[in-house]
Structure formats: C-alpha cells, structure tokens
C-alpha cells in the first residue's frame, strides 16, 4: 500500500563498501552523496506516485499516437527540468559528467518507485553509448545533446514477429539514397517506448535491418539511426501499427512499429550491425539488472511494514496476537527478501564500477548475463514472497504487491531471456580465450575471501570448489540444453555471496549493522549451500537434446 521510498543510506552503504566507487578515478563521495539525496527528494516526491496511476490508467492508442497518462508527462518535464536525463555524460556532449554509476543508482531509485517510468526513459542511456562508441562525430555532436537534454528519448528496434531470439531471421530493409542517406522499410515489435508523449514524440530509434545483397543471418545486418522527425521537423514516416495488451508494465508503451521508407543514417559500415548494437544490448542488460534491484527492494520495503502491523497468532510464548515479523516463517521470508535486495544491488554495483573501470573486459562478459539472469530471477522470488507475506491481501491490488509480480515478470524474459544468458556462459564464454572469463571471476571472489569473517572465507572457497567440479564437467559437453541455467545460477550464488562477504566485512560502518550481519549468516549458512546441488546436477550426464520429437509434440 505504501510508495517506494529511496533507501539513502543502504545505497551509499553499497556504494562505498559493496562495489567500491573509490576505484573511479576523480570519485567524490561528498558529491555522490550530494547528488543521490536529490535525487531521492525528486523520486520519492514526484515518481513513486505515478506508480498506482500508471497500472490503472495505463497508455492507450490515441488517433495513432501513444498517449501516457498526464501525470507522466508533467513528472518528465519536471525531471527534464531538473538536468536528470544527462547525470552521466560528458559535458562537451551537454551533460553533467558525472560517473555512470550514479545514473545507474537513480536508474534503481526510479525502478523501485515506478518502473513504467524508467522503461520508458532508460533506452537513451544505452543510445548515448552507442553513438559515442560507434556513431560518427556528427552523429554523436548531433543526438547525444538531444538525448541527454530530454528534448528526445530512444529506443532499440531488433525484434520482429519472426525474429525474436534469432534476430539472423530479421527481413526490415534499407536500401541507400543518392545523398548517402538511407531508407528503411518493415516493421518490429515489442519496442519500448516505441512512441510517447513525454517528448512530444520525439524519439531517436536504433534499427537493425537488412541491406541490399548482404549475407544471410546476423552477418547481413547493419546499424541505423532514424529520428522520428526531420530537420525540418515533419515526421518521418515511422507509424504504430498497435500498442500491445501486457500482464504487467501497463504504462511503459510497448509498440508495434511500422517503416515506411523512413529516413536513417548507418551507424559503422554495412553487415557491422549486431557489433555496434552490443553496445546498447549490454548497457541495457545491465539496466534490466538494475531494475530487478528496485523491484525486489519496493517488494521488501512493503513486506516489512505489513508485516511490522499485521497481527495474527501466537509467536512463542507470547500470548499474543503478534505482528506477523515475530513468526519464524514470515521472518525466513523477510530475511530472503532483505538478503535478496541488499546483496544484489551490492553484486550490481560492483559489476558497473568494473565495467566503468574497463580493466577486466573478460569477467564483464561473464558478469553481465550473471546479473541479468541472477537479479531478475531474485526479483520474482521477492515480489512472490511479497504476496505470501500479505497473505490474501497480497492477491488484492489494493495492497500493490501483486502489480510488483505483474511488472517483474517481463525482466528475466527481454533484453536476451535468462536461458539465453546461460546458453551463452555455459556454451560460449566461460571457453574464451583459454578461459580468461573464469579466472577474473576466481580472483574477484578469492579477493572477497580475503577479507571476509574466517567462516564466510571458507564458504567462499568451499562454494569456488564446487564451481570447480561443475566447469570441469560442463566444458567437454556439447548440449548444455539441460543443465546450463543451473550452471548459470551456480555462478551467480557465488558471486552474490561474495558481494554478502564484502558487506559483512563492513557491517559495523551500515546504517544497520545488526541487520547486515544476519542477513549475511543467513545467505552463509542458508542460500550459498544450494551451490552443492548445483554442481551436482551440472555433473549428472543427463542431457535432452536425444529424446525423440514425440514427448513435445502438443
């Protein structure tokens, strides 16, 4: 029933003890800390009240045009106002060059508070990164202004009706103009923000499509960038064909959207399509991360004051009735969700101070499906135990922790589905350059252990020791199909308690010492032995890929 509140002081907590900012060079805590208590102010303010409005109003089709409710509009003018779209870029691009990861800290607050909201703007973050990394200089002088003022947002055309997963199948076209420009003809689906109101409609839209005579699959893709309005500010022909119908994320317009001879510009050079877009589809898997952070702490912060004013039964010898927290069931529940909230955002920070730092490229490709796949599947964990803790009230959407497992549910599916990501680790990158991926990740979970309390140093070795036996039986395999999401979770296990380790170590200096130390032990002795099993079914040889088509036919 209560709106988000931005948790200030486990987020600085995270920050300094969790991932480490100081390794950031020109890293100022006194500004970070600055920074993120407006931020906080703004979202808790103007933000998390959108959240009950968006899943009730939703964003409807309107004469063609995707049309969120008003609130929205005036809460993204304020935030434009405010210079909040530009936190992280450079100022010569127009914004306030500060460190990525303060804009991936308000990116936690704004999912927490109403991720209807973020979905729609978070695209433009990944969109800056493309064009600085892969944009020409006049593409770059061009839209990242406009993107980090506000005057646009930004979205990520891959998909279409026959190419979800395999965008090799994609067939949209563009064909080249005599004045070097491009024409883009066909239609995607599922593209957030595909068209809104915040901007006026103002959208930057990053397709991939196919050009004259290139080679089949991904290796004939190209990377184009075509505005949603000319340089004489008529609209290029790009037209929703329908807003989708979801089971969650009601005010976040998913589109169908058709090109119709649209202008656009190539990023790169032809067939280098699917390179350039990476960029953008890592930044973002980060971000959908990032979102699983928010979700799971709004679904712990409403747990815990129900909890704090439920009463029901007996706990002990009390002769009660006592608030539900004093049960030890609910309490298991509410230390998962605590446990669950804490340590990923821990784990998720560090992995963004490391992927800023760009010092150990190997463990970023493996830590990106790890906290893609790892965080989101804990966000529906927690937003599931949010339900059983308000009992029958959790079915009510009066109480909004069901909205939570409506919204989360989409996380572990876009940005790659979570068995893609363990797919990818269990069958490409842990056998990369002669396993570079799992070195890095040995030494920065052996470096947890180091300064860990003795009996989480030794869990950690025990748990690196269990991944051991369970890479050594995964890498001879050729169908992973069976046992790759295990392998996957495997890691992530580990590496979220690794993230627990570095938390304990500084427990003293959290805003809840008390707190952290339990939830620690609890993630010690109760979560990270799940790690035993997993290697044990990565070991078993059973695999699928033999049984005849029959046991799957409907």
Known sequence: MIDYRTPLPDLLFALKHGADAARLPHWDEELASDVMTHAATMVDG?????????????????????????AFVDAFRQFKDGGWPGLAVAEEDGGQGLPHILASVLSEMLSGACITYQMVLSLAHGAMRTLIASGSEAQRKTWVP????????????????????????????????????????????FISGGDQNLTDGRIMHLVLARTPGAPAGVKGLSLFLSPSHLPDDSRNPISVVRLEEKMGMHASPT?????????????????????????????????????????????????????????????????????????????????????????????????????????????????????KAFVTDAAQEAASLAIQIHGGYGFLREYRVEQIARDARITPIYEGTNGIQAQTVAGRVIRLDNGAALREFKAEIDGAAAIAVPATAAALIQALAAMDKATT??????????????????????????????????????????????????????????????????????????????????
């Open 46 to 70: 103007i933000i998390a009240p959108l959240d009950p409005i968006g899943d009730m109003e939703g964003t409807h089709l309107v004469e063609g045009r995707a049309v969120m409710p008003a």
């Open 146 to 189: 406009r993107l980090a003022s506000g005057d646009y947002l930004a979205t990520m055309c891959l998909t279409e009706p026959q190419a979800g997963s395999d965008l090799g199948l994609a067939r949209t076209m563009a064909t080249p103009a005599e004045d070097g420009s491009w024409r883009i003809s066909g239609g995607k689906i």
């Open 255 to 371: 589109c169908q959207i058709a090109f119709d001879g649209a202008w656009a510009e190539i990023i790169g050079a032809p067939g280098e399509g699917l390179k350039r877009m990476f960029t953008m589809m890592n930044a973002e898997r980060l971000d959908v991360a990032v979102q699983g952070v928010g979700l799971a702490e709004v679904a712990m912060q409403r747990s815990l004051a129900y909890a704090a004013e439920r009463k029901q039964g007996r706990a002990g010898a009390s002769e009660g009735p006592d608030v539900i927290s004093r049960h030890g069931d609910v309490r298991r529940m509410l230390m998962t969700q605590m446990a669950l909230a804490m340590g990923c955002r821990a784990l998720v920070m560090r992995t963004l101070v490391d992927l800023e730092l760009n010092e150990t490229p190997a463990l970023m490709e493996l830590m990106t499906p790890v906290c």
């Open 473 to 554: 039986a995964i890498l001879p395999r050729r169908d992973v199909g069976l046992i790759a999401t295990s392998y996957l979770r495997l890691l992530g296990l580990v590496a979220f308690a690794a993230a627990w380790a570095r938390l304990e170590a500084a427990a003293e200096a959290a805003p809840n010492p008390e707190r952290v130390r339990a939830c620690a032990t609890f993630v010690r002795d109760w979560m990270l032995p799940e790690v035993e099993h997993l290697a044990a079914r990565c070991q078993s040889d059973g695999e699928l890929g033999s049984l005849p088509d029959t046991v799957f036919q409907s």
